[in-house]
């Protein structure tokens, strides 16, 4: 059974989330990579300069966004579900979870960890496992 590692990626509004991400998605090496976005906002940005960059097409399934809540805390099941979808799918070889530069990491690297426990059917065709956590910092915020 397939066990996917999911890589949550965190950081403030504006530091570089996104950049990386597309970064991660042009890889050269070959590696398939799903990319799930949160953005609070009635219009996913993240997702759309993603989608913009070419590096993911609208009939692409490898872009999940998750828009209008947190997935720390309101969209938590939808987080799980989507997940366990990925995983099923036996298509990705990494997950990448962009969360919303105002969302708390630690409930979302709970909400992952369960995810194996939770029941067969959110295990179907593999399991997942938190990888890392990667918190992208603006050089200038840093600064202060």
Same mark, same amino acid.
Request: aromatic fraction near 4%; glycine fraction near 10%.
């Given at each position: 059974m397939k066990n996917t590692p999911i890589l949550l990626l965190t950081g403030y509004l504006g530091s570089g989330k996104t950049t990386l991400v597309n970064r991660i998605l042009a890889n050269r090496k070959g590696i398939k990579f799903a990319v799930i976005v949160n953005d609070i906002g009635e219009v996913n940005i993240d997702a759309d300069l993603i989608a913009k960059g070419g590096v993911v097409g609208k009939k692409d399934d490898s872009l999940v !966004?998750? $828009?209008?809540?947190c997935i720390c805390c309101t969209l938590k099941? %939808? =987080?799980v579900e989507q997940i366990a979808g990925l995983?099923? $799918? $036996? !298509?990705? %070889?990494y997950i990448v979870i962009e969360a919303s530069g105002i969302c708390e990491p630690a409930p979302i690297a $709970?909400? *992952?960890c369960s995810i194996p426990s939770l029941g067969p059917q959110f295990n179907r065709g593999g399991t997942c496992h938190l %990888?890392? *956590? &990667?918190? &992208? &910092? @603006? !050089? =200038?915020? =840093?600064? @202060?």
């Amino acid at each position: 059974m397939k066990n996917t590692p999911i890589l949550l990626l965190t950081g403030y509004l504006g530091s570089g989330k996104t950049t990386l991400v597309n970064r991660i998605l042009a890889n050269r090496k070959g590696i398939k990579f799903a990319v799930i976005v949160n953005d609070i906002g009635e219009v996913n940005i993240d997702a759309d300069l993603i989608a913009k960059g070419g590096v993911v097409g609208k009939k692409d399934d490898s872009l999940v !966004a998750l $828009q209008n809540g947190c997935i720390c805390c309101t969209l938590k099941m %939808d =987080l799980v579900e989507q997940i366990a979808g990925l995983v099923e $799918q $036996q !298509a990705f %070889d990494y997950i990448v979870i962009e969360a919303s530069g105002i969302c708390e990491p630690a409930p979302i690297a $709970q909400t *992952i960890c369960s995810i194996p426990s939770l029941g067969p059917q959110f295990n179907r065709g593999g399991t997942c496992h938190l %990888d890392s *956590i &990667v918190s &992208v &910092v @603006d !050089a =200038l915020r =840093l600064k @202060d």
